[in-house]
């Protein structure tokens, strides 16, 4: 079966330090991987995508992720923690549920990224 | 409009009661979906139109939901006879023919 795990369900660091928030996926076929984030009260804003171009996705606020198939991960990473980046995280990969044949996403559980000041 | 809505953004019903949610996707996007995101989960597909053509609702729970797009650009979620399990965030997302999906601000359903 194809599934989309996120390794950890809360991550805390301090600001300004780097953020690393873990993907694995599994899939018959090379995926399209996503990453997404959710501001509390706010809707769902994609972060950056991998569709088989360069494995290296640079996205927006400084994230960015590296796609790595002898791995199976998508890994989202950012240098440098700003407070504002407190939210909810989720990897996603396209085309995976049962119906098949379209673009509908497959989430992770997300991520809870906390900041510390 | 500029980017996708939903309309109520929170509906509190009874349980046994009918429901309907709506979402309004960027205009001229072919590609319409539905999702449910219960309370630390991720969202999960429910259906998806192209144009007024439903192409898969697998995602559906049973035969209690629907759904419609009669004239290719606002959606109808349906959901009849509610249940409590039913309560949770009901997003919607837009898709131009080859692009990312654009989500909407969800409706929050609380079924008492």
């Known amino acids: 079966a194809q599934s989309v795990t996120q390794l950890d369900s809360h991550v805390s660091v301090s600001e300004g330090t780097p953020v690393l928030l873990r993907c694995n996926y599994s899939?018959?076929?090379?995926?399209?991987l996503f990453w997404y984030v959710q501001h509390p009260n706010k809707g769902l804003q994609l972060l950056l995508k991998?569709?088989?171009?360069?494995?290296l996705v640079k996205g927006i606020n400084g994230f960015e992720a590296e796609f790595k198939k002898s791995e199976t991960s998508f890994h989202l990473t950012k240098p440098s923690a700003h407070m504002s980046d407190a939210a909810e995280y989720f990897c996603?990969?396209?085309?995976?549920?049962?119906?098949?044949?379209?673009?509908?996403?497959?989430f992770g559980k997300g991520t809870h990224l906390i900041i510390q000041p | 409009g500029a980017g996708v809505s939903q309309s109520p953004r929170y509906k509190v019903t009874k349980r046994g009661q009918d429901v309907a949610l709506r979402c309004d996707p960027i205009?001229?996007?072919?590609?319409l979906y539905w999702y449910r995101q219960a309370l630390g989960q991720g969202p999960e597909f429910l259906t998806y139109?192209?144009?007024?053509?439903?192409?898969?609702k697998s995602g559906l729970p049973n035969d209690r939901f629907s759904a419609e797009r009669p004239e290719g650009s606002i959606s109808t979620l349906t959901i009849q006879r509610t249940e409590q399990r039913d309560s949770a965030m009901y997003r919607c997302?837009?898709?131009?023919?080859?692009?990312?999906?654009?989500f909407g601000p969800g409706t929050r359903l609380t079924v008492l």
């Open positions: 205009s001229g996007h072919v590609s």
């Open positions: 997302a837009s898709r131009a023919l080859a692009g990312t999906q654009f």
């Open positions: 899939s018959s076929y090379s995926p399209s």
């Open positions: 996603v990969v396209s085309g995976m549920y049962s119906g098949g044949g379209a673009d509908g996403l497959t």
């Open positions: 139109f192209n144009y007024e053509a439903q192409q898969d």
């Open positions: 991998y569709t088989s171009a360069a494995t």
